[in-house]
């Protein structure tokens, strides 16, 4: 199928903020390849909250797991049927809708064998939906079993695109945020350090008490900046007094795009807030566990990775709040890291 025949193209994508920050390596490419071609975006309401500020040029549908079934099957056979459709993701959702949409040719990521990360290297994961990727290997031209654990995930989707040969070639995420992307917004008068202290998944997160030494540190090294903090309310109550520490609260995900990329330097996991620096070439500091931090560390110029490995990799956590199968309550490679780190990363990121 030539370029110029190529009008309709249908995406799919079903994950969470920050895996949608992580898809402007394929939208941008896309974009350059069939610059005449109307993208739908099939999406959740997250999806439908970021990937306007990604890409203005996609047309979206937003349908979720809570919408009434026979009305979003309506909805997704009613669109025109498309040139191309890429499911950009393995999720269940993801690969499910693909068989409904309409499309002369599709592609995409299938749940086959993955490969997690063990201490002597890799140990493979067999999916655990093998029924549902031999359904959509029977439609899928060509299909693809994704293995990303070697490369930025922000870059894997372009294999999609036969965009192959990327080894030794990485580019910043920033060099793919195109002009159709919310655009930075303007440093302010007074620099500010944010710091995303909430992970989503408690393992992951770091005490109040290592927060306190984080903050305690970064006032003492950078004396002319304000510290912004999401999360850790333990350790911002131990700075009340000082106006140069703020709790930043709950604010829309456009707000979020516009403090982060103002920002001096972030402090984040591996989360929307550290995937947002990247976009906007902000200096990062990741700290990372259980994960290895090939897929998602920060790509902003004078970014660092903290991780310590842990002995019981690949991980068996569960996400939410309960300790982990060897009873840890946080993992302990965030566990060995010491407020000393970050603040070293930190004053090599910003000298």
């Known amino acids: 199928m030539s370029d110029g025949a190529i009008r309709r193209i249908t995406l799919l994508s079903f994950r969470t903020f920050g895996d949608y920050v992580l898809k402007a390596p394929f939208l941008c490419e896309l974009g350059r390849l069939y610059p005449n071609a109307e993208v739908t975006m099939i999406t959740n309401r997250k999806g439908g909250q970021v990937y306007p500020l990604v ?8 349908v979720d797991h809570g919408d009434p079934k026979l009305p979003m099957l309506r909805t997704l056979l009613s669109m025109p049927r498309a040139d191309l459709v890429f499911a ?55 299909v693809r079993v994704r293995r990303p654990e070697d490369k930025h995930d922000g870059e894997v989707e372009l294999e999609l ?33 944010y710091c995303a202290a909430e992970a989503g998944w408690r393992a992951r997160q770091l005490t109040d008490e ?4 984080i903050i305690r540190g970064l006032r003492q090294a950078f004396p002319e900046h ?3 903090v999401h999360g850790a309310a333990g350790a911002v109550q131990e700075f009340k007094l000082d106006q140069r520490v703020v709790a930043y609260g709950q604010r829309s995900v456009a707000e979020l795009f516009a403090k982060i990329s103002a920002a001096d330097l972030v402090i984040a996991p591996d989360s929307f807030a550290l995937h947002l620096a990247s976009f906007y070439d902000v200096p990062a500091i990741g700290y990372f566990g259980p994960a290895h931090p090939h897929r ?12 310590h490995q842990p002995a019981c990799s690949p991980c068996l956590q569960l996400r939410g ?15 060995a890291m010491e407020p000393a780190e970050f603040i070293a990363a930190a004053e090599a990121a910003l000298a």
């Open 296 to 307: 998602f560390r920060p790509t902003g110029p004078g970014s660092a990775s903290l991780f």
């Open 321 to 335: 709040n309960e300790a982990c199968r060897r009873g840890l309550i946080q993992c302990s490679s965030l566990a």
């Open 210 to 213: 290592q927060w306190t030494g």
């Open 88 to 142: 950009l993701d393995d999720s269940r959702t993801t690969l499910m809708l693909s068989l409904v949409v309409r499309g002369k040719r599709k592609t995409g990521w299938v749940q086959g064998i993955s490969l997690l990360y063990a201490e002597g290297g890799f140990s493979e994961w067999t999916s655990v939906r093998p029924w549902l990727s031999a359904v959509v290997r029977t439609v899928y031209r060509p």
């Open 161 to 193: 695109l036969d965009l192959m040969d990327l080894k030794g070639q990485f580019q910043r995420l920033a060099s793919y945020r195109s002009d159709f992307a919310s655009p930075p917004s303007p440093r302010p008068d007074a620099p500010y350090i």
């Open 226 to 228: 304000t510290i912004v």
């Open 55 to 62: 890409d203005s040029r996609l047309k979206l549908v937003v």
